[in-house]
């Protein structure tokens, strides 16, 4: 079973949400952390895919503010064993949705955040070039939380209506673009409950 956390975070799937996102890539009412580590999307390139991962730092601690600090390049490597491996790594992700379902946003989902890696959807690879990635602050094997699947449903259904091109289909996870490399979000993730919400509509997130 999940942990029973409350949502700290109502997504807004309004018209005028839908048409804001299109224009800004900013979600509404997500903590904007802004990263450096993005760039322009490719010409032509269409976003079509949505990609689930997971992270916590150190692994499988959750709460502190180190995740944000890893995706701005503020990570300290002395602060940590863990640390040390990663402090230079420069990735991002477009948004993280923590245990409580508080909602932060790093890269604008207009822009190309560098969170899959090398990876390919179905024949065509470099994901990030067509994909908007987020993170849900767990581990393979440990139960997210009931707020983090409402979260999650919701700012899928706002992507949804916004790039259409993102279909039910066209939702995974990050091991399954790329496999052997990557395990995330792990077999702990609840793929039926999260398509039950997401097809029902969760919240204000009405789904149609």
């Given at each position: 079973?999940?942990?029973t ?5 109502t997504?807004?799937?309004s018209p005028p ?16 952390c802004?990263s ?9 390139a ?13 692994p499988?601690q959750?709460?502190g503010?180190a995740i ?20 230079d ?7 993280l949705i ?7 946003q790093?890269v ?8 899959a890696g090398?990876?390919?959807?179905q024949?065509?690879e470099e ?5 908007i990635g987020?993170e849900?602050?767990?581990?393979d ?5 009931a ?5 999650l449903?919701?700012v899928?259904a706002l992507i949804m209506k916004?790039?259409?091109a993102i279909t039910?289909?066209r ?5 399954d673009?790329?496999p052997?490399?990557?395990?995330d979000p792990?077999p702990?993730?609840?793929?039926p409950?999260?398509?039950q919400?997401?097809?029902t509509g ?7």
């Amino acid at each position: 079973m999940s942990e029973t956390i409350p949502s700290r975070n109502t997504i807004d799937l309004s018209p005028p949400a839908v048409a804001g996102l299109r224009t800004t890539g900013r979600v509404a009412g997500a903590r904007w952390c802004p990263s450096p580590n993005f760039g322009k999307r490719p010409e032509g390139a269409a976003i079509s895919l949505l990609v689930v991962h997971n992270i916590s730092l150190p692994p499988g601690q959750f709460g502190g503010d180190a995740i944000e600090r890893f995706f701005c390049n503020q990570l300290s490597p002395s602060e940590h064993p863990y640390f040390e491996t990663i402090a230079d790594m420069k990735v991002s992700s477009h948004l993280l949705i923590r245990r409580d379902g508080e909602c932060l946003q790093f890269v604008s989902l207009l822009e190309r955040a560098w969170h899959a890696g090398r990876s390919c959807f179905q024949g065509l690879e470099e994901c990030n070039d067509y994909s908007i990635g987020i993170e849900l602050e767990g581990a393979d094997d440990i139960p997210y939380t009931a707020a983090q699947y409402e979260v999650l449903a919701d700012v899928s259904a706002l992507i949804m209506k916004s790039w259409p091109a993102i279909t039910p289909e066209r939702i995974t996870g990050h091991s399954d673009i790329a496999p052997g490399r990557k395990t995330d979000p792990g077999p702990a993730f609840d793929w039926p409950r999260y398509r039950q919400l997401l097809g029902t509509g969760h919240g204000n997130g009405a789904a149609n």
